[in-house]
């Protein structure tokens, strides 16, 4: 059985950072990228950074560009969000997913086609 677990968030002052890890368990995921995805009280699910299954190709929405590192380890099947810079409009609950992909050369930019996720973790930017 495939699963996704995220580690604990919390609570980071504004400008403060966190790092955000997922372990991925039950197949090998070398065919599948990897994303963190956010969803904010009253608003919708967003894509946050995603990872090639390669390791190499990388993308982030605008707001988390310069503040924000994706990176995973395909032999310990991790992946982790760093992140800078928080502030409070960055608060919501934090999901991992995983999403197959042809290729492990992808590039993945778009929030569809994710199979697993995470249950989801709580990151609160507050002073």
């Known amino acids: 059985q495939v699963q996704l677990l995220e580690s604990a968030g919390g609570l980071v002052q504004p400008g403060g950072s966190l790092t955000l890890s997922c372990a991925a368990s039950?197949?090998?995921?070398?065919?599948?990228?990897m994303g963190w995805f956010r969803q904010a009280p009253g608003k919708e699910r967003e894509l946050v950074a995603t990872v090639s299954g390669s390791g190499d190709l990388t993308y982030y929405r605008d707001s988390a560009k310069g503040r924000f590192t994706i990176s995973r380890d395909s032999a310990k099947n991790t992946v982790s969000l760093h992140m800078n810079s928080l502030s409070p409009e960055d608060t919501a609950i934090y999901y991992c997913?995983?999403?197959?992909?042809?290729?492990?050369?992808?590039?993945?930019?778009?929030?569809?086609?994710?199979?697993?996720w995470g249950q989801g973790t709580q990151v609160t930017v507050s002073s």
């Open positions: 039950g197949r090998t995921f070398t065919h599948y990228a």
């Open positions: 997913a995983a999403k197959f992909t042809s290729s492990t050369r992808v590039r993945v930019t778009t929030a569809d086609g994710w199979r697993y």
